[in-house]
């Protein structure tokens, strides 16, 4: 085979892997170097699944392949690297945002798919109770104040405050992002792309946007003191702030702040209310099959008060690849800042004691949230266990 012939094939295998990617609606591509060959492994609805590898002769050329068309050093293979390109399916283009890493038996390489034309999604879209969904959207009306998204990585919350942002989004509001990196354009808004590298931090580049005259502000994380202090400033002197954190649920975002070095009475000052959310995968429409509950299901349902009798559990057809799931479904807790919380706040609380008051004020738990859900036959109550310990 002449090296014009063996490029070639390489194109269109690297073509065709793509394109079965976008076709099922993957995340991420992850592609590693082993002593037998290169893994292929793709993520869809949060989870990885094996596809074919590729023969050991073929894994050099297909990771030399990627990078060229991310313009990377194809001859750097011990230090990571980061790149981008964009690659055209059906008409329209999809960002391809990649990263290598060295390992013992060479590089292995993670594609990050963006496709702008799935993921105009909207407050409806995101799976929201109607009480949580009018509370979210009564947080994102108001003139100023501090909102935060918790949840692990992976969890949904960029999506989430994008969703927020498209629905306050009027030419009237300045509105103003940082982001790192940027995931997707939204019309209207003016987004800022972090870069520590050339100085330009979260803390620098909140201190620069306040200079920009904003209405809202949507900060990509608080990750330190530093940045969550200069956010609460913004909230205290009539911006509204968004932003997310990392905890297990609502009530622990307060007791992270404190943990930050944040005086209470700025958090009572400024916090308005905390959504902490997961992803599950929804049961495929056309496979999923109806089951009665096992005992130790029903003692876990009536623990909750969930009232199941029976539920839906996955089957795999054609339509969802054989996963027997579909998308992905928020589920959430939602806690608003009411006056006696912020009255509990000034007595330095415990964690519990702070979930006692959020509940006796009517926070739906996360558990609850997703029972309904179960309950409704739009995930598997498997699925609501994985997601939420």
Known sequence: MSNEASDRSVIEIVDALLGQAVRQEVSDIHLESTMDGLRVRFRVDGLLYDQEPFHNDLMQQIISRIKVLSNLDIAQKRVPQDGKFQFICNDHAIDMRVSTFPTLFGQKVVIRILDPSVKNITIDHLGMSLPIKEQFIGMLSQPQGFFLVTGPTGSGKTTTLYAGLSHINRAEKN?????????????????????????????????ALLRQDPDIVMVGEIRDQQTAQIAIQSAMTGHLVLSTLHTNDAPSVIMRLMDMGIEPFLINSSLSGVLAQRLARILCSDCKRARPLKIDEKLFCDKFHAGITSMYEAAGCKSCFGFGYKGRIGIFELLIMSHALRELMNQSPSLEMIKEQAYKEGMVSLMSDGLDKVAQGIISLDELLRVVS
């Not at 982001?179 to 019309?187: F, M, N, V």
């Not at 972090?194 to 580049?205: N, V």
């Open 175 to 207: 509105i103003i992002t940082l982001e790192d990196p940027i995931e997707y354009h939204i019309e209207g808004i003016t987004q800022g792309h972090i870069h520590p590298e050339s100085g330009f931090t979260f803390e620098k580049g909140m201190r």
